[in-house]
């Protein structure tokens, strides 16, 4: 069964178990997919940060809300990472 927009159910959609991160929000919306960070430990931040730079790796990823913990795994964990 395909919803409204077209695709399968589950298409475009990476779960990991504690997040569904849609990676196809970009091409249906325009807009990236966040990660935010409320809630979540930094490893599953950096992890969800991980998941969407592989899906799509000549887009940006962006986070929001991220605990100082957060913020030191994404830049000792993703060097290449612009933290602003």
Sequence with gaps: ???PSGQRPGAGVHDLGWA???TDRHRRTGDPEVVLGTGKTAGQV???L???GAAHPDR??????LTPEALAAVREQLP?????
């Design 46 to 48: 950096v992890a969800a």
């Design 20 to 22: 569904r991160l849609d």
């Design 1 to 3: 069964m395909e919803d």
């Design 80 to 84: 290449a990472a612009e933290v602003d």
């Design 50 to 52: 991980q998941a969407l």
């Design 60 to 65: 940006a990823v962006l986070a929001t809300r």
